[in-house]
């Protein structure tokens, strides 16, 4: 693949100028300007006539263009305001897009999303997802109950890297195992800095998440179950004992049987564990 952008960047340039717009730091203001990218983010999407697209984050609008040419409605939620006339400019032919202005850390997304939910429709995420935010934003989403069929996300590459580890390698931790419990997931490819206006200074990938396949794991108490994850990779120079004693409020001999209950060793470290040994853990936990 070359690294030569098919969308040429003086027609964005003009575009942000003619808005008098330009982008902001604060906010990790890298839009992706590559066709080529564009189309392959909406094929990994499945999107369809059926489909409603939730983007976060649309930028310029050029992925959420493409989305509503294949979609039934796209729901584009954006925190910069100052956006509003490049975006009204871009969707303007299309009568199936829905802006709204706002923090999606900050509002209710199953609230936003029903009323455009008809009988019959499958809801997608989709993202270019801000360096900054990536982890909570993708939490949000996750975490709001929404009926997601799947979601397409770009991220950092290092990000993605951690999104799809598998247990016993150096990035796996709390966000695969994060990830991983809700959905399934998979890196598709890497996207060049050339691919954006302004270009960020490392690469970026595409991850596509799987919501209908979920871990098979049973959890009886979620926020336990985080506890215990993230309680376990807060120091992950130390063995599993040493990390929950430091944690949780159990002295050490009492700790080791709780390990050695789940069917851990007390000595075994948290990259090591799969997420079926975590929700073993918090399974066994001592009430």
Known sequence: MSDEPRTHVQTVKSLLQKHAFHTKKQFGQNF????????????????????????VGPGAGALTAHFAKQAAQVLAVEKDTSLKPVL??????YGNVHLHFADCLEIDLLELVKPYLSPGASLVFAANLPYYVTTPILFQVLEAGLPLARAVVMVQKEVADR?????GGKEYGVLSVGIQYRAKAKRLFTVPPSAFLPQPGVDSAVVLL???????VTVEDESLFFRVVRAAFSTRRKTLLNALANSFPIAKADCRDWITSAG???EARAETLGIGEFANLARQYPR
């Open 32 to 55: 992706l300007i590559d066709d080529r990218i564009l189309t392959q983010i909406v094929a990994a999407a499945a999107v369809d006539k059926d489909t409603v697209v939730l983007e």
């Open 88 to 93: 009204d400019d871009v969707l303007a032919p």
């Open 264 to 266: 851990i060793r007390p």
């Open 210 to 216: 799987d919501c209908t396949a979920p871990a098979d």
């Open 163 to 167: 999104m799809v580890a598998s247990p």
